[in-house]
């Protein structure tokens, strides 16, 4: 795994965390981004894939922190209006 050979590289790991979501394995994609950004906490690409991953997952309060967050760091809103078409209560 991609992970176990460059555990520190955060990029790859975000690469990864896609193919994951991509393969229909939200949780385990959460998982590991959550895994990068506790080594890496100001990783806008990793919170970038993380509002997709929790969109994914329907947990709608989550992704807004992901991007509050994203948006504390400098970045541009992302999914924005995708997030706030969804009902709150919609995890």
């Known amino acids: 795994e991609l992970l176990a050979d460059f555990p520190s590289d ?3 790991t ?4 896609i193919a994951k979501l991509r393969n229909g394995k939200p949780g385990q994609a959460e ?15 990793a919170y970038k894939a993380l509002v997709k991953v929790r969109l994914a997952r ?7 922190k992901a991007m509050e967050k994203l948006r504390s760091l400098g970045g541009r809103p992302y ?10 209560e919609n995890k």
């Open 79 to 88: 999914l924005e209006d995708e997030v706030a078409l969804l009902p709150p």
């Open 10 to 12: 955060a990029q790859d």
């Open 14 to 17: 975000v690469l990864l965390d």
């Open 58 to 64: 329907k947990d709608v309060s989550g992704a807004r």
């Open 31 to 45: 998982k590991l981004l959550l895994g990068v950004l506790a080594r890496k906490p100001r990783h806008r690409q």
